[in-house]
């Protein structure tokens, strides 16, 4: 496997375990400047997932999207795909401690 490949199957599994804590712990559906999303976020992460609206401007034309903030680094990781299980396109991945903290966070022992 590729550094290409293993860096998209490290963002496809933060995803999945992004979508399950918003889906388990996160907010209602809300508006974000646009596009409505759903948002978790604790004292380390912000996670906001949303849906794009048909032909809204300005924006790629990926259906879903994802931000994943850390605190105290910033944004860590910006996804967008167009179907469910299709593989991201990665707009920003930032590796580090966060990764094993995030994917513990979502499958407690």
């Given at each position: 496997m590729t550094s290409s490949e293993e860096r998209i199957e490290r963002a496809k599994s933060i995803r999945d375990a992004v979508l399950k804590l918003v889906d388990?712990?996160?907010?209602?559906?809300?508006?974000k400047r646009g596009p409505?999303?759903?948002r978790f976020e604790n004292q380390r992460f912000i996670m906001l997932f949303y849906v794009k609206p048909p032909g809204q401007q300005?924006?790629?034309?990926?259906?879903?999207?994802?931000?994943l903030w850390f605190r105290p680094s910033g944004k860590v990781?910006?996804?967008s795909w167009g179907t469910a299980g299709e593989d991201p396109q990665i707009t920003t991945f930032r590796r580090g401690e966060w990764e094993p903290e995030l994917l513990a966070l979502a499958n407690p022992t």
């Open positions: 388990e712990k996160g907010s209602v559906w809300e508006p409505e999303c759903r300005g924006l790629p034309e990926a259906l879903y999207g994802l931000e990781l910006n996804l």
